[in-house]
């Protein structure tokens, strides 16, 4: 039978929550992350940005994690122009030659431009890419295909806030969507962006809603229904299928908005900074 001192040391334990080591571990990443957000403005509103929280905690695992912000609905070419000057930046503060990049959504094709086309083969050691469509979303055609009044008023007030919520923001919402098409993926993008062979490509897809237990946001449950009947699992933006890139890590329950940290009106048990930290874990366990 347990003793007072026992019983007091037990009690005392439980009050302090004292443990031996109580800081969360060291993720042992040798190579910088850049993490580079996607299209929209919904995390922007957010201090610092997409992705920012996320840095912050991946810094607090001891990664040197930056999460630079872009226009949210400019074109590829405008805004690799812009990653080009951030990760410039990037290598400068860190005192670094070399980056990994862990990008989310439509920041994945910019690395990808950015690795292929703009010379940044030579710094990337990796890209990791996060429900990038690789091959195009049908959801871009929807937006493409409204009658001509809403088409105009959703461009007009993306254009206004993309070129107004940065210093250096530029925004062509209706050139974005159509480089985000199927169409233009598969016979442009895909073929004028190829691979380097120096650098390592990785990807995860990610689904919610329909045909999935894991939960949508209600922005989403239209867009995820269109895309499910016309390229099966998705996220509300991004179809599993249309994720796949390089070696393929895996599928993760989580909607589009969830994967960067934000959870619009529903509960989840997906925690975005535990995701960014497992793939900064897996980057360390493969050297990087």
């Known amino acids: 039978m347990p003793n007072d ?3 007091s040391a037990s009690a005392l334990r439980r009050i302090t929550g004292l443990e031996p080591s109580p800081q969360p571990s060291i993720i042992p990443v040798r190579t910088p992350i850049v993490l580079m957000h996607g299209f929209g403005v919904g995390a922007s509103f957010r201090r610092g940005g997409h992705l920012h929280q996320e840095a912050l905690h991946l810094r607090s695992r001891g ?3 930056i999460a630079p912000n872009v226009s949210p609905y400019s074109t590829v070419c405008a805004r690799t122009a812009q990653w080009d000057d951030r990760l410039r930046r990037v290598l400068e503060e860190v005192q670094t030659q070399r980056l990994v990049l862990v990008a989310h959504s439509m920041g994945g094709l910019d690395a990808r431009y950015l690795i292929s086309e703009m010379g940044w083969h030579e710094q990337v050691d990796a890209l990791v890419t996060i429900a990038t469509p690789h091959r195009g979303s049908a959801v871009a055609s929807l937006v493409l295909d409204q009658p ?8 007009d007030a993306a254009d206004w806030l993309g070129t107004h919520i940065l210093e250096d923001g530029s925004a062509d919402l209706r050139q974005a969507l159509t480089e985000f098409t199927p169409e233009y993926i598969k016979n442009t993008f895909n073929s004028e962006v190829p691979d380097h062979p120096d650098v390592a490509y990785w990807s995860y897809g990610c689904q919610a809603g329909k045909g999935t237990d ?3 946001a209600p922005i989403f449950r239209y867009s995820n229904q269109y895309l499910f009947e016309r390229e099966g699992a998705n996220d ?7 994720a796949h890139w390089g070696e393929y890590q895996g599928t993760v329950d989580a909607d589009h908005s969830r994967q960067v940290g934000l959870s619009p009106g529903l509960a989840s048990h997906f925690d975005s900074n535990a995701f960014y930290a497992s793939i900064a874990k897996k980057l360390a366990d493969d050297g990087y």
């Open 5 to 7: 001192d026992t019983l």
């Open 63 to 65: 990664v040197r994690a």
């Open 148 to 155: 001509e009044l809403v088409r105009n008023w959703l461009t």
């Open 214 to 216: 894991a939960p949508i």
């Open 236 to 242: 509300g933006i991004v179809s599993v299928q249309s």
